[in-house]
Each structure stands twice: as C-alpha cells, then as structure tokens.
C-alpha cells in the first residue's frame, strides 16, 4: 500500500547552507488587517501582495469581504484593489466560510456588525472550536445582534458602540477586531482589555494599521483604547513579507549550520511591527548570529545553546524554536504558552509529542513546554492539521534522515511554496 496522500517524508540536507537567500509571503496578520481596514475606508485601496500565494487565510479574508458586499479584485501578480464603502455599509446577507481562519472568524465577525444584513460565519471543526465567545458578548453589549455563543453564529448590526471590556488571556484578536470596525460605529468604542495579554504585538499592529490610515486611537488608562466615529482612509501599500514564516528557513541555517538571507523581511523590532521578528533576538541567544540589511541574514557557524524564555508574545514562533532546541547541547525551556493550546492544535502538546517521535526529550506543562537534547532519530510526525506543526518539524527533517510529516498538505494555510522553499535550501 501508498503512502496517505498527506504524509510527506522529508529528503534531507544535512550539510550547512552555503550563503542562500528566500523569500517568504505576505504577512497574513498585515494583509487581513488591511483587507477589513479597506473595505471600510473611504475610497479605493491598492494592497500589494507579491509573486508569492499569501495562503487560506488571505484568500479567506478575501472570499469573506466580498460575501458581505465590498468591492475586492485580485489579480495574478498579488495586486489587490479594494472599493471601501466610506461612511455606508453594505445591507446583502451572506454567508462566509472562515475555512481554518482564526483572524476570519474574528474580524469579519465584527465587521458583518456593522452592516444590517444578516451574516452568517463558520468554518471548520476546529475553527468552530477555537475560542470567540468574549468577542460576540462584547459585540452584543455594543448593540449588534448575535445568535449564538459559538461558530456557526449569525450576525447583523447596526454596531451602536460604546465602552466594553473584552478578555486579553486567550486571544489578542478579540480587541483586534473590535478595534478595526471601532471608527464605524455609531458612538465610536472604547475597548478595555482586561487580564494579561497574550499576543500584545498585534494589538499594536493593529493600532498602527489604524493610524496609518488616519484613526485617531487614545489610550487611556493601561491598555484601554477610544475611538471616535471618524473616517478611514483609502491607502496604498506593500504588505511585508512575514515575520513568522521567516522563522523557518532562519531555523534551517540554525539546525544545518552556514547561512541564509530571507530577503523580504523587515526582522529589527519596531513600535506597531510584526512582534514575531522578536525570534531572530532568541535565536542570538541560542548561538546564531543575525545581521540586518537587505532582508535578515541569519548564521551558525558554533554550537547551538539552550535557553529560557517567555514567549507570551511571540507563542507562534514556539513550534520553531522547539525545534530549534531539540539541536541544542543544553535543555530549553519555553513559557507564556497556555493560549496556544486553543490553535490549530493543542500546540503544547502536539509540540512535545513531535518532539518525542523524534526522540527528543519533551515535557509538556499547562504553560510551558520543557525540550531535552537527545540523539535524534527519523519518525512520523503528526501535525495535528496544524500548519506550523508541519513547518517546524519539516526543517528538522532537514538534519535527521527519515523524518515525514502527516498532514503536510496544512502548510497552505499561511505558506503554500513552503517545500518548494525547501527545495531551494537544498540546491
């Protein structure tokens, strides 16, 4: 008998990368921003996504704004053109698939408030699993009619606003999203998050996303944010390579020795940027050295090191850094991680699992997850559908002969020439 169709063994390279250079796709939190940010705007947006398929969730996000009734065109080189309603919304009733789309389910479920038809969300079993609740109370509490607690859910505005505290524990998405439709309100929102934050760069991602078209966002008290009812602005822009699909070919130079260049991503931390690229400061730590320039280039030349670290803000680069670990001539250990449980997968878990399948030392904890160096060996790795599962441990299988991935096909969620990128690693 075959193989199943999704089990991808990995060939392996296993000799250090002599000075390559990549690229990666569109960030998908940047594009998914923009495309609800454009659709509300006053006038036509010009998004520019580049050569490469930006994946599900972009295409999702796409496919969603269209059901409700804004004007979306996208053509083969990645441009896209939004036609934004302005200060109208559109009335059609729809339904929209979120497909795996956390960031789908969310923001879109927010924006379909603010129109008066009625539109229905889903998506897939486990997407309809992931946590939404906080955000359709709070979008109830500001006047919209939600019914349900739970995808699928049914969804018709107007969004009166108002003030509204929303959880900051399971998902930074939730205040996203309301922060994204918040200038279209009729009385503007004012969002407290309450708890810790998990995630907090995107909500700084998504605050500047606003500014740059012109939304006045003011803090008040820690981490409360007011916005007025006022206008969006139309703009044009190139949406950065991403800082997360980055940490792959970065992680192949670090497990394989030698050096890459991803040469579309922006990796110096910045105010409002991608909170991602924060894995290119973890790695240093680890034994790489990163240089910035055109792209981000990123060296093994010595061992590698383990390390402790809080990754609350940064949990989807753990798959990668576990990874990483497994290499490493000392223990890891990885925290700020509980929320991850509610992804794609169980992501503590999965990680451990894989690990061990592998024969890497791995302990799972409620918010954390242990990584002890052990000789390596090749084994089946189940993603779990999960699409940074599959990533992550499809470059370990760069160094370890007889690694194969179940659930491969994932990868086209975020990242579709992922193994092409691969290919190119190995030439």
């Keep these: 008998m075959g193989c199943p169709v999704t089990l991808r063994p990995i060939p392996p390279i296993r000799h ?8 990666v796709p569109a ?30 969730d972009v295409r999702a996000m796409r496919q969603a704004i269209s059901a409700l009734g804004y004007g979306v065109e ?28 956390g960031t789908v389910a969310r923001f879109v479920t927010a924006l379909a408030a603010l129109g008066s038809g009625r539109v229905t969300i889903d998506g897939s079993p486990r997407l309809r699993e992931r946590p939404i609740a906080p955000l359709l109370a709070a979008l109830r509490s500001l006047g919209a009619t939600v019914d349900a607690d739970a995808l699928p859910v049914t969804v018709s505005g107007p969004l009166r606003g108002g003030a509204v505290d929303v959880p900051g524990g399971q998902s930074s998405q939730f205040a996203s999203a309301l922060l994204l439709v918040g200038a279209r309100a009729q009385d503007g929102i004012t969002v407290r998050i309450t708890g810790p934050l998990v995630s907090a760069p995107f909500v700084a991602l998504t605050i500047s996303a606003l500014k740059a078209r012109g939304v006045s966002v003011k803090l008040g008290a820690p981490n409360t944010y007011a916005i007025k009812p006022q206008k969006v602005k139309a ?47 973890l790695i240093e730590r680890m034994g790489c050295t990163v240089s910035h320039g055109s792209g981000v280039t990123v060296k093994r030349r010595g061992p590698l090191y383990g390390i402790n670290a809080d990754v609350q803000d940064c949990s989807d680069v753990f798959p990668t850094l576990s990874v990483i670990a497994a290499f490493a001539e000392d223990p890891t250990e990885l925290a700020g991680i509980a929320h991850t449980r509610g992804q794609e997968s169980d992501r503590v878990e999965a990680v451990a699992a894989g690990l061990r399948a592998i024969g890497c030392g791995a302990t799972a904890y409620a918010d954390a997850i242990r ?38 096909d994932s990868v086209t969620k975020t990242f579709p020439e992922f193994y092409g990128m691969l290919k190119e690693l190995s030439r």
């Design 16 to 23: 250090p990368l002599l000075d390559k250079r990549v690229r």
């Design 235 to 281: 703009r044009s822009l190139v949406i950065p390579g991403d800082a997360t699909a980055a940490t792959y070919p970065a992680a192949a130079a670090a497990i394989l020795g030698g050096e890459v260049t991803i040469e579309n991503i922006e990796a110096r931390p910045r105010a409002g940027g991608q909170g991602d690229v924060r894995f290119f400061e």
């Design 74 to 101: 996208w053509d083969q080189l990645g441009h896209v053109t939004v036609s934004g309603q302005g200060s109208g919304a559109p009335t059609a009733s729809a339904t929209v698939n979120a497909g795996e789309a």
């Design 371 to 408: 990584i002890e160096p052990r000789p390596l060996r090749g084994g089946t790795i189940d993603a779990h559908g999960d699409h940074r599962i599959a990533m992550a441990f499809s470059v370990a299988g760069l160094q370890v002969p007889g690694v194969a991935i179940e659930g491969a």
């Design 27 to 56: 960030s998908k939190s940047v594009a998914n921003r923009e495309l609800v940010l454009s659709a509300i705007a006053g006038g036509r947006s010009r998004l520019e996504l580049g050569p490469l398929d930006p994946g599900d």
